[in-house]
């Protein structure tokens, strides 16, 4: 080894401490960019593999009924590669000991075993016996949630007949990757099932025996799937066609592609700050350790070691640096990843995950943390190297000090000797200082980042289930029904207050914009169903006109007062316009509302809703649950709380995740760059110091000159902090907007006590350890040196 | 004069350094001429521009204005690579505070400089030379500054320099310590050849060069040469 690596080995065992800090921000740095990057990675590669493999549709529509003989028609479709018919139909179910209501979704699944599209995959048990017409397979979510084995029986609400069921399998299916009571914003495994039944069973359950009412496609690739569902659209007309859909809209996948497009525009931003905070800090701390070394540049300089030897020999001490930091950083970040589409894994409900690391995202976290490292030592380095050796060797020019700002406005009075030095050291270098607090400030706002998203969680809740939408129950109809139900209803015991509603599904076109949603009718000035404001007040439906959510609103590019044209996706699929009334404050969905009497006008029928919202009596509450389930016109029962908790638990297993890693690696980055500023500031007036101390300024004295400054500079960081931190939170929210959630920046004050918290324990650590350093300082050494 | 032949000549020497608000004049005017092999002292006060003149000398400064040439080389228009390649080449430094690399040993200090030149004797071999070669494998920390002094100077020589420039050596230093360091100095100027200048503001030392030049105010006020040199054992400060 030569003596320039000897020399590196050893400055680099020398300040292992500082050296450690800085690797390990730079392992949390990659380790969210890998983290983030391979988990989207892996989740898009298994859904596109699981859907491939399981052959997931690309077409799908239902129908009221139509005869078999349709399907060749269809199949003749231009660019048609297969067609399954299927029966589909909604079902209660009664589970021995669960009171609460539950629904289900019954699918049919061919009689020969062969399945050609949204082919199940098999987890436990065996395929349905053709010739039983009670054997089903079970959702294998559903299965857990109660414990369901094969062999198992449930009994189900059947086309009005109470039907015992035989759980012969379960398993999953890429149609239900996301599987969703109709109506409901979340997963709820307990209470929605899917079951699949032999065709042959189903068929004759409900009077669809040589009969359909749902078909699924898959086509050629290249095909124009618009043209595809107009033709099909065309055929099923005649037997009640509720409208074909693509698969871009198909439910689960729609959810699914909204899930990964939050993860997508979070992975965008997160390890951008990240990645970009730890680049930076590593920058200015290379440059100032570099720095302090300007006198060895300078003897390396007088020996005859040329600039791009000396630069590459400080730059290999960096690099290595780095490269400790990276590696472990892409290690770690390819365990969490791992973790994190292992929770995602099991939230989808995937069969599998198929977990890949592309090479690139490596070379591009390797790559950043490199250049940020090199720049970072170049420029110090030349700024060291640049210097005739002579003027380098020789003590810096006596920096020009002056007085303060504060000392001119006459303030010197209340400053103390040790507290001018201070100041002025601060003044003296404002860039550097600038630059530390700057550090300080980004670690405070990065803490941020990973606490507010809690406290944003109970916010939504808040709104959404205790101001906006203020049911118990809410029920939803088999089929439209006439509004009359609602006195049935309110003669239930135990409900003491009914709003009704009635739900179309639409697509609402303005210019070229559209977007595929459902409007809601809602009795005006109801008190469970309110609609808000952007201040939140419940707002008063007009009369006529459509209000939309503001989001929808921004998504057709529509204001108050222009006409949008409503295509009915039900019925006889008319097209109508209506006026946009005004638009709502809504966090969760997208929505468009009306006047419960508007809408039943719009559509051209008489007064019909399509289920209520229920205030009921808690004590009486499980009761009810009994009389509803036993009512053969309701579809589906939700129950709010239920749906707090599932929300709940979504947002807890996905976006706290991030909360989680975020913070933890939030602080070692905020330790990081307050130790390191703390142990640079200690080098750097180490002698001056040390001279203080032959003065005979005690151990206190010189401690509180020393850790005076950063306290100030980490006081000062502090506001700006919160400003950053806002910023970043701000940041995060704007990317992570999706239909299905509107995150707003709620900070609450625990947030800013936590971030506060950290960076003053972190400069409180970083201040006791330097100090320990100060107590070591060697006094006759700087008797005997130069300066 | 001597009859070997000049290897410096710098002609009307000025420079100028800006420090923080201060201007100093540190050079005015030098006009100057070195022999190969001899030993000079550059003598005068804290100020005078004798350190000046020597990083000037060893291309670790450039003139402001002024030239200053070493054989064939113009030092006073070389940029940076070109004075780094001179360094390697031709020049051996030592340093009033030694300047050694902390973090090496005193045998790994030598080979710093050995293993960028062309013609290095083995650093073992350079310490032997200023009696240090029982201690090749101490830190400076370890090592006493009349020591460490001694392993600059081995640091200097073992790349077996034309010249030798020496920056208050002895300063840092007590007497005899400081009597042994001229010593190794004499020796390596007698031994190798070594054109050899030591600045000092200690007029003692002029005794044992063959030129002592008298620097002040940033001019050349005087130059004497000895007939007699002492030795460094004979010296007293």
Redesign the interface.
């Known amino acids: 080894m030569?003596?320039?690596n000897?020399?590196m080995w050893?400055?680099l065992w020398?300040m292992r401490a500082q050296a450690l800090a800085i690797a390990l921000v730079i392992m949390c740095g990659v380790a969210v960019y890998m983290m983030f990057i391979s988990t989207l990675d892996s989740l898009h590669l298994t859904r596109a593999t699981y859907y491939e493999n399981n052959r997931f549709a690309d077409v799908f529509a239902s129908l009221k009924r139509a005869p078999e003989g349709l399907r060749q028609r269809i199949a003749a479709i231009p660019g048609v590669e297969s067609a399954e018919t299927r029966v589909v139909a909604n079902i209660n179910l009664d589970i021995i000991d669960f009171p609460e209501p539950a629904t289900g979704l019954l699918v049919s699944v061919p009689d020969d075993g062969t399945q050609h599209l949204n082919a199940l995959y098999l987890r436990q048990g065996r395929f349905v016996d053709p010739g039983r017409d009670d054997e089903v397979i079970i959702s294998e979510a559903f299965a857990e949630a109660h414990g369901f084995k094969p062999g198992d029986t449930l009994f189900a609400i059947i086309n009005g007949h109470r039907r015992a069921l035989t759980i012969v399998g379960s398993a999953l299916s890429p149609e239900y990757i996301h599987q969703l009571r109709p109506g409901g914003m979340f997963p709820d495994y307990k209470r929605f099932a899917v079951f699949w039944m032999s065709r042959n069973a189903l068929g004759q359950a409900y009077d669809m025996d040589g009969a359909f009412n749902n078909v699924v496609l898959r086509l050629l690739s290249g095909t124009n799937v618009s043209d595809v569902i107009d033709r099909l659209d065309d055929l099923l007309e005649p037997y009640g066609g509720y409208g074909a859909i693509e698969r871009a809209d198909q439910r689960s996948n729609r959810f699914l592609a909204e899930e990964f497009l939050q993860l997508q525009n979070l992975a965008n931003i997160f390890p951008v700050i990240f990645l970009g905070i730890a680049a930076f800090m590593l920058n200015v701390v290379i440059g100032r350790m570099v720095t302090l070394q300007r006198?060895?540049v300078?003897?390396?300089?007088?020996?005859?070691?040329?600039?791009r030897?000396v630069v590459w020999h400080f730059l290999k001490l960096v690099l290595i640096i780095v490269f400790f930091g990276v590696v472990s950083g892409i290690i770690l970040g390819v365990y969490l990843g791992n973790k994190l589409a292992a929770i995602y894994t099991l939230f989808f409900r995937l069969p599998y995950l198929a977990f890949v690391i592309e090479p690139g995202v490596i070379i591009e976290a390797t790559f950043i943390s490199a250049l940020a490292a090199t720049l970072g030592t170049v420029f110090a380095v030349r700024r060291a190297a640049?210097l005739?050796?002579?003027?380098a060797?020789r003590p810096e020019?006596?920096?020009?000090y002056r007085k303060t700002i504060l000392e001119h406005i006459g303030l010197q009075r209340f400053f103390s000797q040790p507290t001018r030095m201070i100041l002025r050291h601060i003044e003296r270098r404002p860039v550097k200082s600038l630059l530390t607090v700057f550090g300080i400030a980004l670690a405070c706002g990065l803490v941020m980042t990973g606490r507010f998203q809690p406290d944003t969680v109970s916010y939504m809740i808040d709104v959404q289930y205790n101001i906006a939408h203020r049911e118990d129950i809410s029920i939803t109809f088999n089929e439209p029904t006439a509004k009359k139900a609602q006195y049935e209803l309110q003669g239930l015991h135990g409900v003491e207050h009914v709003e009704v509603f009635r739900a179309v599904p639409v697509r609402l076109r303005f210019q070229h914009r559209s977007y595929r949603t459902g409007i809601t009718g809602v009795e005006p000035g109801g008190d469970i169903q309110r609609l808000l404001d952007a201040d939140l007040q419940p707002i008063r439906l007009p009369a006529s006109g459509v209000v939309l959510t503001d989001y929808l609103g921004t998504l057709l590019g529509v204001r108050p007062g222009d006409r949008i044209t409503v295509e009915i996706l039900e019925g006889d699929m008319a097209i109508r316009e209506v006026t946009v009334a005004g638009l709502v404050k809504e966090y969760l969905g997208v929505s468009a509302y009306m006047e419960l009497g508007a809408l039943n006008r719009l559509l051209h029928e008489g007064p019909t809703i399509s289920g209520a919202y229920l205030a009921v009596d808690s004590k009486m509450q499980t009761a009810l649950y009994g009389t509803l389930k036993k009512m053969p016109q309701v579809a589906g029962i939700a129950v709010r709380e239920q749906e707090i908790r599932n929300y709940n638990k979504t947002m807890r297993e996905t976006m706290l995740f991030y909360s989680y890693v975020g913070s933890v690696f939030s602080i070692i980055i905020a330790f990081g760059i307050i130790y390191n500023n703390a142990r640079i500031t200690l080098t750097e007036r180490g002698r001056e110091l040390a001279s203080l101390r032959v003065l005979g300024m005690t151990r206190a004295e010189i401690s509180y000159i020393l850790l005076g400054e950063l306290g100030i500079l980490t006081l000062l960081a502090m506001p700006l902090g919160i400003i950053i931190g806002e910023w970043l939170c701000m940041m995060i929210v704007i990317n992570a907007q999706t239909d299905l959630f509107r995150v707003p920046v709620i900070l609450e004050l625990d947030t800013y006590a936590f971030a506060v918290t950290i960076v003053l324990v972190s400069a409180i650590a970083s201040g006791l350890l330097v100090r320990r350093r100060l107590d070591e300082l060697d006094l006759i050494a700087v008797l005997?040196?130069?300066e | 004069m001597n009859s070997n032949p000049a290897v410096f000549n710098a002609r009307a020497l000025s420079k100028t350094y800006?420090?923080?608000?201060v201007t100093v004049e540190a050079l005015r005017g030098v006009d100057m001429d070195l022999y190969q092999g001899e030993f000079v002292v550059l003598l005068g006060p804290s100020g005078s521009g004798k350190?000046?003149l020597l990083?000037i000398l060893?291309g670790?400064?450039?003139p402001t204005s002024g030239s200053v040439r070493y054989g064939d080389h113009d030092l006073s228009v070389y940029d940076?690579?070109a004075l780094?390649?001179y360094?390697?080449?031709h020049?051996g430094?030592v340093?009033?505070?030694y300047?050694l690399?902390p973090?090496?040993t005193a045998r790994?200090?030598v080979?710093?400089?050995t293993?960028?030149?062309d013609k290095p004797m083995a650093p073992e071999k350079a310490l032997a030379l200023v009696g240090l070669g029982e201690r090749l494998d101490h830190f400076p920390a370890q090592l006493s500054?009349g020591e460490q002094q001694r392993v600059a100077i081995a640091?200097a020589v073992a790349k077996q320099p034309q010249v030798l420039l020496c920056d208050e050596p002895t300063g840092?230093l007590d007497v005899s310590t400081g009597v042994n360091v001229l010593e190794v100095i004499a020796e390596v100027n007698r031994r190798l050849g070594t054109t050899t200048v030591v600045i000092t503001h200690n007029a003692v030392i002029g005794d044992i060069a063959d030129r002592v030049i008298h620097l002040s105010d940033g001019q050349i006020a005087g130059i004497e040469c000895n007939e007699h040199k002492k030795a460094p054992a004979e010296l007293r400060w």
Request: proline share 4%.
């Open positions: 030569t003596a320039l000897q020399k050893r400055d020398h006198e060895q300078a003897a390396l300089k007088a020996f005859g070691y040329d600039n030897a640049v005739k050796p002579a003027e060797m020019p006596p920096t020009i005997k040196t130069k | 800006h420090m923080g608000e350190s000046t990083n060893g670790l400064d450039t940076d690579s780094t390649r360094r390697r080449e020049v430094f340093f009033q505070f300047n690399i973090s090496l790994e200090n080979a710093l400089v293993e960028i030149a500054g640091r840092a």
